[in-house]
Nanobody, 126 residues
Framework: QVQLVESGGGLVQAGESLRLSCASSERAGSSGAMGWFRQSPGQEREFVAAIRWNNNRPYYSDSVKGRFTISSGNARTTVYLQMNSLKPEDTAAYYC???????????????????WGQGTQVTVSS
């Protein structure tokens, strides 16, 4: 069973930065993907960013494009999310996700992923 552990969340003021980390207990296959979703109370889980392992190509939601950067570590076991210029609307629980064989059309869909971390809270105050 793949286990994902997120870290790096916290409380920051608007305009500041945070870097989230996700560590996987197992190495993903080349057809897989890892990414980040976020969810606020009463809202659906929202896609943030992801990397597809076959080409390391990043994908971003429009709401974070230009502010957030996703990157990968070695061996397809780690992924990072550098969050700059944070806004109060970025406040959410952030979840790391891993997919065994995520097709391109499902990169931004939670149904394209098989494993989920417990989440790390990001709170941005104004």
């Amino acid at each position: 069973q793949v286990q994902l552990v997120e870290s790096g969340g916290g409380l920051v003021q608007a305009g500041e930065s945070l870097r989230l980390s996700c560590a996987s207990s197992e190495r993903a296959g080349s057809s897989g993907a890892m990414g980040w979703f976020r969810q606020s109370p009463g809202q659906e889980r929202e896609f943030v960013a992801a990397i597809r392992w076959n080409n390391n190509r990043p994908y971003y939601s429009d709401s974070v494009k230009g502010r957030f950067t996703i990157s990968s570590g070695n061996a397809r076991t780690t992924v990072y999310l550098q969050m700059n210029s944070l806004k109060p609307e970025d406040t959410a629980a952030y979840y790391c996700a891993a997919g065994r064989g995520t097709i391109l059309s499902m990169m931004s869909d939670p149904r394209g992923y098989n494993y989920w971390g417990q989440g790390t809270q990001v709170t941005v105050s104004s």
